[in-house]
């Protein structure tokens, strides 16, 4: 009798992760060939998030509309990521992070080449949610996937390569947006995620582990994720009508209203659903409950002078160019500090040490920017400075939050983290930019004290909820 061999019906090869060849398993550093896989989408998403305004005067001139109009070609793709974030980090624990992660680069990749293509603003803005999308299935495993490759004692060194990953992208995106909005258009800012898709989701396929421990779900949460979205979404709103966009201020209160409202009723609904959305045991845990406030406050650090740097440079009769020198010191020293730390730190500074000195770092940095003189080489030093420490900082306090969470939940955890990065990312941009609107018509030196300000009271957050974090056990 001959035996007949059983196959797969092909469906099934879409919704399972596929195990990554003998060869590559075997390898003693396999774990770093994981890591590396996950720094594509690290860049790109700090590429993407640093090169798109640098295309709002070519969709203005393109499209024939107003500048408030344009940037929900950016907010649009921030609202979508930051409801999604949670939510897809559950799913992927309970499905495969793998999955979920290559998925996610199939459907960024695809809308990155319909943005290119799209015909009119309003399809760049559907197509840029779609984009969002993919992102939110990248980025909610991107840490997952790099604390489940790694060795427990090589974590965070791996995070700190990551973060690092996502510094070279923020720094070389206004260079590769300048020049490829000068050179080709800016269609061509969404098509150089194109080639880069591709090799990251063939490299995924084949370096990438599955997932070994699942966290099963039964019913999805469907009213927790239209609670979270409108909590998110309003705050995001809110926070950018009150940071100089045209609407009036009873509005403004409503969408302040409506989130703290929603997030009440998320609370509330997480407390009582058979299958929560969100394991609020896990913000109990005070390592994790602090060291997300500290991951949102450091990241409104790192993304305010974004905003700020090119505005106070151009103010003061600098050039774009020279804008855009002056602030590739700041992810650039983030890079430095995020590689080299382990190198030149003692073996015994531990992760709650070394936030601490991160926020020291930054909370220096910013102190200075208030005292000296604005000029470019100054600048460009104490941005660098303040890259340090962010890049001392955000590894060794990912670390502490993935580190107390069990490894079932470590999409989730990705995905609290990753939120929390896209809120600062978000209020560090709109509280800058209420500042400059608030100090419109006045000197340069008013609207850069305010902004500072802003930023120092953002680090001293950090510095406290990094102090209060529990101290590693020996």
């Given at each position: 009798?001959?035996?007949?061999?059983?196959?797969?019906?092909?469906p099934?090869?879409?919704?399972?992760?596929?195990?990554r060849?003998?060869?590559?398993?075997?390898?003693?550093?396999?774990?770093?060939?994981?890591?590396?896989?996950?720094?594509?989408?690290?860049?790109?998403?700090?590429?993407?998030?640093?090169?798109?305004?640098?295309?709002?005067?070519?969709?203005?001139?393109?499209?024939?509309?107003?500048?408030?109009?344009?940037?929900?070609?950016?907010?649009?793709?921030?609202?979508?990521?930051?409801?999604?974030?949670?939510?897809?980090?559950?799913?992927?624990?309970?499905?495969?992070?793998?999955?979920?992660?290559?998925?996610?680069?199939?459907?960024?990749?695809?809308?990155?080449?319909?943005?290119?293509?799209?015909?009119?603003?309003?399809?760049?803005?559907?197509?840029?949610?779609?984009?969002?999308?993919?992102?939110?299935?990248?980025?909610?495993?991107?840490?997952?996937?790099?604390?489940?490759?790694?060795?427990?004692?090589?974590?965070?060194?791996?995070?700190?390569?990551?973060?690092?990953?996502?510094?070279?992208?923020?720094?070389?995106?206004?260079?590769?947006?300048?020049?490829?909005?000068?050179?080709?258009?800016?269609?061509?800012?969404?098509?150089?995620?194109?080639?880069?898709?591709?090799v990251?989701?063939?490299?995924?396929?084949?370096?990438?582990?599955?997932?070994?421990?699942?966290?099963?779900?039964?019913?999805?949460?469907?009213?927790?994720?239209?609670l979270?979205?409108?909590?998110?979404?309003?705050?995001?709103?809110?926070?950018?009508?009150?940071?100089?966009?045209?609407?009036?201020?009873?509005?403004?209160?409503?969408?302040?209203a409506?989130?703290v409202?929603?997030?009440?009723?998320?609370?509330?609904?997480?407390?009582?659903?058979?299958v929560?959305?969100?394991?609020?045991?896990?913000?109990?845990?005070?390592?994790?409950?602090?060291?997300?406030m500290?991951?949102?406050?450091?990241?409104?650090?790192?993304?305010?002078?974004?905003?700020?740097?090119?505005?106070?440079?151009?103010?003061?009769?600098?050039s774009?160019?020279?804008?855009?020198?002056?602030?590739?010191?700041?992810?650039?020293?983030?890079?430095?500090?995020?590689?080299?730390?382990?190198?030149?730190?003692?073996?015994?500074?531990?992760?709650?040490?070394?936030?601490?000195?991160?926020?020291?770092?930054?909370?220096?940095?910013?102190?200075?920017?208030?005292?000296?003189?604005?000029?470019?080489?100054?600048?460009?030093?104490?941005?660098?400075?303040?890259?340090?420490?962010?890049?001392?900082?955000?590894?060794?306090?990912?670390?502490?939050?993935?580190?107390?969470?069990?490894?079932?939940?470590?999409?989730?955890?990705?995905?609290?983290?990753?939120?929390?990065?896209?809120?600062?990312?978000?209020?560090?941009?709109?509280?800058?930019?209420l500042?400059?609107?608030?100090?419109?018509?006045?000197?340069?030196?008013?609207?850069?004290?305010?902004?500072?300000?802003?930023?120092?009271?953002?680090?001293?957050?950090?510095?406290?909820?990094?102090?209060?974090?529990?101290a590693?056990?020996?």
């Amino acid at each position: 009798m001959t035996a007949q061999v059983r196959t797969r019906p092909w469906p099934s090869l879409l919704v399972r992760e596929r195990p990554r060849p003998q060869m590559i398993r075997s390898r003693p550093g396999a774990w770093w060939l994981a890591v590396a896989t996950v720094c594509f989408g690290a860049f790109m998403g700090q590429l993407d998030a640093s090169i798109v305004t640098l295309t709002y005067g070519s969709l203005r001139t393109e499209f024939g509309t107003s500048l408030a109009a344009i940037e929900w070609v950016s907010l649009a793709y921030l609202l979508t990521l930051v409801a999604l974030l949670v939510p897809v980090g559950r799913l992927s624990d309970a499905y495969g992070r793998k999955l979920f992660y290559l998925y996610g680069f199939v459907v960024f990749t695809g809308a990155s080449a319909a943005c290119g293509l799209a015909p009119s603003l309003t399809a760049l803005v559907v197509f840029r949610v779609v984009q969002a999308v993919g992102a939110a299935l990248m980025q909610a495993n991107s840490v997952a996937l790099v604390t489940t490759s790694a060795p427990r004692e090589r974590m965070r060194a791996a995070l700190g390569v990551q973060a690092a990953a996502q510094a070279l992208g923020l720094a070389l995106g206004p260079t590769v947006g300048g020049a490829l909005v000068s050179a080709l258009g800016w269609r061509w800012v969404f098509g150089i995620n194109v080639p880069v898709g591709i090799v990251a989701m063939v490299a995924g396929h084949y370096l990438l582990p599955r997932t070994r421990g699942r966290n099963r779900v039964g019913l999805f949460d469907w009213t927790g994720l239209i609670l979270l979205a409108v909590a998110t979404t309003s705050l995001l709103l809110g926070v950018s009508a009150a940071s100089g966009l045209s609407a009036p201020p009873w509005a403004v209160a409503a969408l302040f209203a409506l989130s703290v409202t929603a997030s009440w009723a998320f609370v509330r609904r997480q407390q009582c659903a058979p299958v929560p959305l969100l394991d609020l045991a896990l913000l109990r845990v005070r390592a994790v409950s602090s060291g997300l406030m500290a991951a949102l406050s450091g990241y409104l650090v790192l993304f305010g002078p974004l905003v700020l740097v090119p505005q106070i440079v151009v103010r003061a009769g600098g050039s774009e160019l020279l804008a855009g020198v002056v602030l590739t010191a700041l992810p650039g020293g983030f890079a430095l500090a995020a590689l080299g730390a382990d190198r030149v730190l003692p073996p015994g500074v531990g992760d709650r040490a070394r936030c601490l000195l991160g926020v020291a770092v930054c909370t220096g940095a910013l102190a200075a920017m208030l005292a000296l003189p604005l000029s470019p080489v100054w600048l460009a030093v104490q941005l660098a400075v303040l890259g340090a420490g962010l890049g001392l900082f955000t590894p060794a306090n990912n670390t502490v939050v993935m580190s107390a969470i069990p490894a079932n939940s470590s999409g989730t955890g990705g995905g609290l983290v990753n939120m929390a990065r896209g809120l600062g990312t978000a209020l560090g941009v709109a509280l800058v930019t209420l500042q400059l609107h608030l100090s419109h018509g006045q000197g340069v030196r008013d609207a850069w004290v305010r902004s500072i300000a802003v930023l120092l009271a953002a680090a001293l957050v950090a510095a406290a909820t990094a102090w209060l974090a529990p101290a590693e056990r020996r």
